[in-house]
């Protein structure tokens, strides 16, 4: 092959990219795929090689991607130039780099004789891994054998004792990037279940200590490579991170049908790397220990369940399990002796029920209904168990339903999880609260359960309940659990979307919800499942005030349901309703306003709160013994607490009606206005006993109550409440208008008037 880049009078290569050049030559311009990965290597090879003149004692020697001939297109050159102690090293390795600099490729380079080489390994365990991908390209091949073998062997012998410490540097780095399993846009290198995971697999194996390195394994390596190579194509440099607004065009590279199925397909590929490693890892600490071991050396065979004994530190078939006719449920009770013990599950055992445990019949019998129950309600042995068989098939036999979950990603930001994902954890959260509830079985299934509609056309809650329903009545639950799972299903954002959207001292809001419900166990339940799907959601899906919100609602509905009479509305604060005007509270997080009867003091007081960046989470307005109240339940919206003083003394002045406030309100809310999708207006006709509701659906923004509270008082509309729900970036703001149903004029002018505050 004619040489591939074209050089100048110095004899260097010519500026340019370099690696466009030699994909062009060898005819895979940006190729994607094991074959174009390997030309692109050979390309490099021969251009390296016309770099080195011949000489005893040197050698050129590739690691990395080039070592293991897995070059991206935008990929970096790792590069050892080995010596002897040779005279003139530095000005021959001068004559390498600089050529491969001028044709515009990354280099990572070091110039070392083998004993600082392995010196330097034996110090950094990561350059002892990098060693193991070592291959000569040009020069010496016996120097580049001593390295090579040398280096090999000593990690053979060493590898057992420096594991730990290489897992630490690992969690590490995993903390830092997090699992490319359930990010939207994760690094397809450093996060956990990337390429740097499938090196970590590849060093295991070299070491002799487990085969990590299994098909499945091999499999998903080569699509995360695809995966890489198609993102260089798509951005045209060097880039780890799937981004978002790449995904869709990353997708068509690789003949995928969408980004969704992009990010499904390097999903599945990270979990299967580290569930790998995990076992990898797991083998290595057996090694080291030697734990669980009887007299004479061999591994103790402990029972732990009817059919599952512990050997060796992990979970296997009992060899009468083995010997007789399988059970069908056999895999469902492993799977929860691994929970209830949090030890992992053999391989080979996994591999043996997932060729021979013979399917569930329709019903489960009960053996088997009860260990899916235990497995769900096993805490924190759920995951790791659950993840396991998921990696074997196994779920798949259990809840054919689950492919379609599977690795399912949810777009909300304040979601951390994959939609299988956040169900399996939603059953584990759910477990912190079985003793709350008659029937925790019900609960753990229901939660298990609740977003199984997610995926498909129409809202999730009503679509996911005919599936539940399913699912139930082939776990074996008797028609009323059945229907009692789908009402479940049915009304899991019932508690807290009324909670922190509508007025919980209004009767209607009470009886609407009690009605829904129908008793105190039904109430029992969707109020843990609200707390185990907050919590399976992530951090941004709860908080305490939603917390105090949703228990409000429940303690009277509770008494609603028990005694059938509704709640009476709280009265007015009485420190509000004595002395001089204005009167100002603030206690916690809670501010109370009461002033001389005028209109606009809503706007007024939510304005000020925004102006010393306070979000407002509800705020009710009244008349009283010819006094105006508003009080508010607040938050920082930074994080930082206000000063009270400014506070207060704002406050004063901007309910007195001072100019000087006001046009500050008005400035500052007109600079921070947010932007986003288009916003909406809902109304609600009967969700309040003397208003009618207007629902604002909006991205968020400082000072938007302010704003729309102030546009409604504008146009002639009495709000009497206010409840602000914030959902990641966009708001969903609920506003209690007084009076009656209003005509279509009157309802397109306060629509009007609200989406032009927006």
């Known amino acids: 092959?004619?040489?591939?880049?074209?050089?100048?009078?110095?004899?260097?290569?010519?500026?340019?990219?370099?690696?466009?050049?030699?994909?062009?030559?060898?005819?895979?311009?940006?190729?994607?795929?094991?074959?174009?990965?390997?030309?692109?290597?050979?390309?490099?090879?021969?251009?390296?090689?016309?770099?080195?003149?011949?000489?005893?004692?040197?050698?050129?020697?590739?690691?990395?991607?080039?070592?293991?001939?897995?070059?991206?297109?935008?990929?970096?050159?790792?590069?050892?130039?080995?010596?002897?102690?040779?005279?003139?090293?530095?000005?021959?390795?001068?004559?390498?780099?600089?050529?491969?600099?001028?044709?515009?490729?990354?280099?990572?380079?070091?110039?070392?004789?083998?004993?600082?080489?392995?010196?330097?390994?034996?110090?950094?365990?990561?350059?002892?891994?990098g060693l193991l991908d070592a291959r000569l390209v040009v020069g010496d091949q016996a120097l580049a054998d001593a390295l090579i073998r040398t280096a090999a062997d000593h990690w053979r012998r060493t590898a057992v004792r420096q594991l730990p410490g290489l897992r630490e540097v690992t969690v590490a780095r995993w903390q830092a990037h997090g699992e490319l399993a359930f990010l939207l846009e994760g690094d397809l290198k450093e996060a956990a279940g990337g390429l740097r995971d499938v090196g970590l697999l590849r060093a295991i194996s070299a070491a002799g200590i487990t085969d990590a390195l299994r098909p499945a394994v091999r499999a998903a390596h080569l699509r995360l490579l695809d995966t890489r190579d198609a993102l260089h194509q798509q951005v045209g440099r060097r880039v780890d991170r799937l981004v978002a607004q790449e995904r869709d065009g990353v997708a068509a590279l690789l003949a995928l049908e969408d980004g969704d199925a992009l990010l499904r397909r390097v999903a599945g590929d990270a979990r299967t790397v580290s569930h790998a490693l995990d076992d990898a890892f797991r083998a290595a600490d057996r090694l080291r220990s030697g734990r669980s071991r009887g007299g004479n050396g061999s591994p103790v065979r402990r029972p732990v369940a009817r059919d599952v004994v512990e050997h060796g530190g992990e979970l296997v078939l009992a060899r009468t399990a083995i010997g007789a006719r399988p059970d069908p449920s056999l895999s469902l009770r492993v799977a929860a002796a691994a929970a209830t013990t949090?030890?992992?599950?053999?391989?080979?055992?996994?591999?043996?029920?997932?060729?021979?445990?013979?399917?569930?019949?329709?019903?489960?019998?009960?053996?088997?209904?009860?260990?899916?129950?235990?497995?769900?309600?096993?805490?924190?042995?759920?995951?790791?168990?659950?993840?396991?068989?998921?990696?074997?098939?196994?779920?798949?036999?259990?809840?054919?339903?689950?492919?379609?979950?599977?690795?399912?990603?949810?777009?909300?930001?304040?979601?951390?999880?994959?939609?299988?994902?956040?169900?399996?954890?939603?059953?584990?959260?759910?477990?912190?609260?079985?003793?709350?509830?008659d029937r925790p079985d019900l609960l753990l299934l229901g939660a298990l359960l609740h977003d199984i509609g997610k995926g498909l056309p129409g809202d999730h809650s009503t679509v996911g309940v005919p599936l539940a329903e399913t699912v139930a009545t082939r776990v074996g639950l008797p028609a009323p659990e059945v229907e009692l799972i789908g009402t479940l299903v049915r009304l899991h954002l019932l508690l807290p979307d009324v909670a922190t959207r509508r007025d919980l001292a209004d009767p209607v809001t009470i009886a609407s919800v009690a009605e829904a419900v129908g008793d105190p166990g039904t109430l029992d339940l969707l109020h843990a499942l609200v707390r185990a799907d907050a919590a399976a959601t992530g951090p941004a899906a709860w908080s305490d005030w939603k917390g105090r919100l949703v228990a409000e609602l429940v303690a009277r509905v509770r008494t609603a349901l028990d005694t059938g009479v509704l709640p009476e509305p709280p009265a007015p604060d009485p420190a509000l309703l004595a002395g001089p005007l204005p009167v100002v509270h603030l206690t916690g997080d809670r501010v109370a306003v009461a002033a001389a009867d005028r209109r606009g003091l809503l706007a007024t007081v939510a304005g000020c709160l925004a102006l010393h960046r306070l979000e407002v989470l509800s705020a009710d307005a009244s008349v009283v013994d010819g006094r105006a109240l508003v009080e508010c339940r607040v938050q920082p919206r930074y994080g930082l607490p206000a000063d009270p003083v400014p506070l207060r003394a704002d406050l004063?002045?901007?309910?007195?009606?001072?100019?000087?406030?006001?046009?500050?309100?008005?400035?500052?809310?007109?600079?921070?206005?947010?932007?986003?999708?288009?916003?909406?207006?809902?109304?609600?006709?009967?969700?309040?006993?003397?208003?009618?509701?207007?629902?604002?659906?909006?991205?968020?923004?400082?000072?938007?109550?302010?704003?729309?509270?102030?546009?409604?008082?504008?146009?002639?509309?009495?709000?009497?409440?206010?409840?602000?729900?914030?959902?990641?970036?966009?708001?969903?703001?609920?506003?209690?208008?007084?009076?009656?149903w209003p005509d279509d004029a009157t309802r397109a002018r306060l629509e009007a008037a609200v989406l032009a505050a927006v």
């Open 652 to 740: 004063r002045r901007a309910v007195a009606g001072d100019v000087s406030v006001t046009q500050r309100l008005r400035g500052r809310a007109l600079a921070a206005r947010g932007s986003g999708a288009a916003p909406r207006v809902v109304w609600h006709r009967e969700a309040a006993t003397d208003a009618v509701l207007l629902e604002l659906r909006a991205a968020d923004a400082a000072g938007l109550l302010y704003r729309v509270a102030g546009a409604l008082d504008e146009a002639g509309a009495l709000v009497r409440a206010a409840r602000i729900s914030t959902l990641g970036a966009d708001v969903v703001d609920a506003f209690y208008l007084v009076g009656g």
């Open 342 to 437: 949090q030890l992992p599950i053999a391989r080979a055992t996994c591999e043996w029920l997932a060729a021979y445990c013979p399917p569930l019949p329709s019903p489960w019998p009960p053996e088997a209904r009860a260990a899916l129950t235990t497995l769900l309600g096993a805490g924190p042995g759920l995951v790791p168990a659950w993840e396991t068989c998921d990696r074997y098939g196994l779920v798949d036999g259990w809840l054919p339903e689950w492919t379609r979950l599977r690795s399912l990603p949810q777009h909300n930001p304040v979601h951390r999880y994959t939609l299988d994902r956040h169900l399996v954890q939603a059953a584990h959260e759910a477990s912190r609260h079985a003793r709350e509830v």
């Open 1 to 129: 092959m004619t040489s591939l880049i074209k050089k100048n009078a110095s004899g260097h290569a010519g500026n340019g990219d370099a690696s466009l050049l030699i994909n062009e030559v060898v005819g895979v311009p940006g190729g994607i795929g094991e074959a174009a990965r390997r030309a692109r290597a050979a390309a490099y090879d021969e251009f390296l090689r016309g770099l080195l003149p011949a000489r005893d004692g040197v050698a050129l020697l590739a690691v990395g991607g080039l070592g293991r001939r897995q070059c991206a297109p935008y990929g970096d050159l790792d590069l050892v130039l080995l010596h002897a102690g040779v005279p003139g090293t530095d000005e021959l390795a001068a004559s390498v780099w600089y050529p491969i600099w001028d044709a515009g490729l990354r280099l990572d380079h070091s110039v070392r004789t083998v004993s600082e080489a392995l010196s330097v390994a034996q110090d950094d365990v990561k350059v002892a891994l």
